[in-house]
């Protein structure tokens, strides 16, 4: 078998990572990803840190794809994009609101010339809604859409999520459109616009504090409250000997299971504590009972004791020793590429098909490196065209 | 987009079970095996109207319910059968002993969905959305300067993890499309959360340190964090050297364009401490509603914090249907609505336990050997 969108051709119009990193899973996925670029190059190519003079942020959010460029707003670029609109079968941008309809590439010009083409706006608010018009990044997003509100310590300021989850939830989301409309297309020959908007794919993800919030709980369970959850208890990172470890209990059996271990059978059968209601209530005091457990204890001690007994425990891992764990290598979560003569390491897609083939990641090249197999393979020009639109400053 | 496709939902919690809602809300038939005494997740939350726990109702519209014990042999031999008619399976940790002596139909595609997959030395390991924020590291990039760690509050790994199994189903199907084969299918949360940390490897991969928890600061870019007011804060957001002129013109500090030190955006993210110090001199002294004002009016990503109640207030959120209303025996149930704009729908609220789903069982088999 080849790879699972293997044959499909994708063209994306983005930067920074919303529609990059979705347009990257699809290469990941098997299909043929052309990245245009303007002819300064995505923004981010230079961002630090850097490996061999490169944004590696780029290379994580970019590999696997053909770096071409194209000045759309040269008549003749305009040309060449409408030209290259009629060999894809995905586009996919991110560009602020309304940008690519001023240029005269909105979905109604593009879906008129190639009616099959399935095309994806990724915008902070989408493209539609009372403020699908505001700017927006990752934060912005996080912070209207309730992430920053629900995240961080009880009683301190509204704190971001370090990854830009906005972007990521977003991305993720979709690429889960994307494939969807793929199947449309490859099924029914169909095309289809996708209006996919950060703000929902991050209100959506924040669904575990609606039930407090909708039913006039306690208020302190509807906002940000530390590492504790709005409908479960235990559940916080606890000091233990050597370091901090993460204990979410999610189920009774679970409870009874650590219960067991923290304060023993007493413990365990105590209906005070026998639903998870009654649970999250007494937080403060079920905390109490396991701290003391896992203070006495060292990390290892404490996660070793928690999964055995089924309990979801864990190390709280600082960046770099999360990416070097065995698990990670096993599962070869990164893996080395080649890259200007020495090697980058590159996350892959995160899954494994039995039968489907993934391709090992492999970095994008240096700004415009596919033109000439681009305009000239595919498009047909000829090597004369494509020098004279580098000097015009098109591509 | 899914109609009638055939899913068997055999996952308990978060994770699993979401991504079965997404292909529910694209009209696939998703029928959720449960044991006798119900997903464990129907316990958690207050009680709705109809007797289910509030959480259980979040990830499970659009499904039917079926009991089945593998224990009872008459049981047993229903899910074979419907474990052979499935064109999806969803299985979850632990997997299901019967199910791995039931082979896979070529057409099938079988999909696990767990915290850290089937291969590798914590593959069976229980997890949670919080045990993988803290072992993939995704919690250490979150936190105030010289704070803890603490987790991202909405469930980022329970969710990139369902949609990323949505994306690999699909996936299949279209490669299904092509050769008419099925497959098995690996999904790890662990390895989902991995790639979401994204931008901080970088430095981690360079240096063997990841970069400090630097609150609401961006990684790569400034000015980007959340700014005092007389009478709050806001948060401004910017990468662009246009951006970075339009706030300068903005705090009257245009004298700051020609300063070497904020020649780039990475000389400005290096010198963040300072452009910070600029920027709040300016903000400190306006109320909230000015800064906001004039921020919007120079089209910078500029945002006051939503709490919750100000995100289920709002017009955008509602507009775009992600605040749905369905009907439970006694009264109704909120729940978000679909990703799946225009293609999919949440209309169904989840089954009590054991509802529709006999039905559904009837309908898949007719026809089929027994």
Redesign the interface.
Request: proline share 6%; glycine share 10%.
């Given at each position: 078998?080849s790879g699972?969108?293997?044959?499909l051709r994708v063209l994306e119009l983005g930067q920074?990572?919303s529609a990059p990193?979705a347009a990257r899973?699809l290469a990941l996925?098997g299909a043929e990803v052309i990245k245009l670029e303007p002819i300064t190059g995505d923004?981010?190519r230079?961002?630090?840190?850097t490996?061999a003079g490169e944004?590696?942020?780029f290379h994580?959010?970019n590999s696997n794809k053909k770096s071409v460029t194209l000045d759309f707003k040269h008549p003749r670029g305009a040309e060449l994009l409408w030209r290259l609109i009629e060999h894809t079968d995905v586009l996919v941008e991110n560009f602020g609101p309304g940008t690519l309809a001023r240029n005269g590439f909105g979905y109604d010009a593009v879906n008129a010339r190639r009616p099959s083409i399935v095309y994806c706006s990724v915008k902070g608010?989408?493209s539609?809604?009372?403020?699908?018009a505001?700017?927006?990044?990752?934060?912005?997003i996080q912070?209207?859409?309730?992430?920053?509100?629900?995240?961080?310590?009880a009683g301190?300021?509204?704190?971001?999520?370090?990854?830009?989850?906005s972007d990521?939830?977003g991305a993720?989301?979709a690429?889960?459109?994307i494939?969807?409309?793929?199947?449309?297309q490859?099924?029914t020959g169909t095309g289809?616009f996708l209006?996919v908007?950060m703000?929902?794919?991050?209100?959506?993800?924040?669904?575990?504090?609606?039930?407090p919030?909708?039913?006039g709980?306690d208020p302190a369970r509807?906002?940000?409250?530390?590492?504790r959850?709005p409908?479960?208890a235990p559940?916080d990172?606890y000091a233990a000997r050597d370091g901090?470890?993460?204990i979410?209990v999610?189920?009774?059996?679970?409870w009874r299971a650590l219960a067991q271990l923290t304060g023993g059978h007493e413990l365990a059968a105590d209906p005070r504590y026998a639903?998870?209601?009654a649970r999250r209530a007494h937080a403060d005091e079920l905390d109490r009972s396991v701290a003391p457990w896992a203070g006495a204890r060292s990390v290892a001690a404490v996660v070793t004791a928690?999964?055995d007994a089924?309990?979801?425990?864990?190390?709280?891992?600082?960046?770099?020793?999360?990416?070097e764990?065995?698990?990670?290598r096993?599962?070869e979560?990164?893996r080395s590429a080649p890259f200007r003569g020495g090697e980058i390491?590159l996350?892959?897609l995160?899954?494994?098909?039995?039968?489907?083939t993934t391709p090992a990641p492999e970095p994008i090249g240096p700004l415009g490196c596919d033109n000439d197999a681009v305009y000239g393979t595919l498009l047909g020009l000829s090597a004369n065209e494509i020098a004279d639109l580098r000097a015009a400053r098109v591509i | 987009?899914?109609g009638g496709l055939r899913v068997l939902e055999l996952c308990a919690?978060?994770a699993g079970p979401l991504a079965g809602r997404?292909l529910a809300e694209?009209g696939a038939d998703v029928i959720k095996v449960e044991p006798p005494a119900g997903d464990?997740?129907r316990?958690?939350?207050?009680p709705e109207r109809d007797g289910t726990?509030?959480?259980f109702h979040?990830v499970n519209p659009n499904k039917r319910s079926l009991i089945a014990d593998p224990q009872s042999s008459a049981d047993l031999a229903l899910l074979e059968r419907l474990a052979r008619a499935a064109e999806i399976v969803l299985e979850g940790d632990p997997q299901p002993e019967w199910l791995v002596a039931v082979p896979r139909p070529p057409a099938q595609i079988r999909c696990a969905v767990t915290?850290?997959?089937?291969?590798?030395?914590?593959a069976g390991?229980?997890?949670?959305?919080?045990?993988?924020?803290?072992?993939?590291?995704?919690?250490?990039?979150?936190?105030?300067d010289g704070?803890?760690?603490?987790?991202?509050?909405?469930?980022?790994a329970d969710?990139?993890t369902a949609?990323?199994?949505?994306?690999?189903i699909?996936?299949?199907?279209?490669?299904r499309?092509?050769?008419g084969?099925?497959?098995?299918?690996?999904?790890?949360g662990?390895?989902?959360m991995?790639?979401?940390?994204?931008?901080?490897?970088?430095?981690?991969?360079?240096?063997?340190?990841?970069p400090p928890?630097?609150?609401?600061r961006?990684?790569?870019?400034a000015p980007?964090n959340?700014y005092p007011t007389s009478d709050g804060?806001v948060?401004l957001?910017t990468?662009?050297e246009p951006q970075w002129r339009a706030v300068l013109q903005l705090i009257e500090r245009e004298d700051a364009l020609a300063d070497p030190c904020y020649a780039?955006?990475?000389k400005r993210?290096?010198n963040a401490v300072d452009v910070d110090a600029l920027i709040a001199a300016w903000t400190s002294v306006r109320a909230t509603s000015e800064v906001m004002q004039l921020g919007?009016a120079a089209?910078?990503?500029?945002?006051?914090?939503?709490?919750?109640?100000?995100?289920?207030h709002?017009?955008?959120?509602a507009?775009?249907e992600?605040i749905r209303r369905l009907s439970v025996p006694g009264g109704e149930v909120?729940?978000?609505?679909s990703?799946?704009?225009?293609?999919g729908a949440v209309d169904r609220a989840a089954p009590a336990l054991g509802a529709g789903g006999s039905d559904a069982a009837r309908a898949w088999l007719a026809g089929t050997p027994g």
């Open positions: 078998m699972a969108l293997a044959g920074y990572t990193f899973m996925l923004d981010m230079n961002w630090a840190p490996i944004g590696y942020f994580l959010n608010f989408g539609t809604g009372a403020l699908a505001k700017p927006a990044f990752d934060t912005i912070a209207y859409g309730a992430m920053m509100a629900t995240t961080g310590p301190a300021p509204p704190l971001k999520a370090g990854i830009s989850a990521l939830l993720t989301s690429l889960a459109r494939v969807v409309a793929i199947y449309r490859k099924t289809s209006d908007s703000y929902d794919a991050t209100g959506f993800a924040t669904q575990t504090f609606w039930p919030y909708l039913t709980g509807a906002t940000r409250q530390g590492n959850h409908l479960l559940h990172v901090s470890v993460a979410a999610e189920t009774d059996a679970q639903s998870a209601e928690c999964r089924g309990v979801p425990a864990a190390p709280v891992l600082e960046l770099a020793d999360a990416i764990q065995p698990h990670a096993e599962r979560s990164l390491r996350t892959q995160p899954l494994r098909f039995s039968e489907s | 987009m899914l919690g978060w997404m694209l464990p997740l316990a958690v939350g207050a726990g509030y959480a979040l915290p850290f997959g089937r291969t590798g030395p914590l390991a229980p997890g949670a959305d919080l045990i993988l924020q803290a072992i993939t590291g995704i919690m250490a990039t979150t936190g105030f704070g803890a760690p603490v987790r991202i509050g909405p469930t980022v969710h990139g949609l990323m199994a949505v994306v690999d699909v996936a299949a199907l279209c490669a499309a092509d050769t084969a099925g497959q098995a299918i690996d999904v790890a662990f390895d989902a991995i790639s979401y940390l994204n931008a901080f490897l970088g430095s981690a991969l360079l240096t063997g340190a990841a928890r630097q609150g609401n961006h990684t790569s870019t980007w959340a804060a948060l957001c990468s662009t780039t955006v990475s993210r290096a919007e089209r910078l990503p500029i945002a006051i914090v939503a709490e919750l109640d100000d995100l289920m709002a017009p955008a959120f507009e775009r992600m909120v729940v978000p609505g990703l799946f704009a225009g293609e």
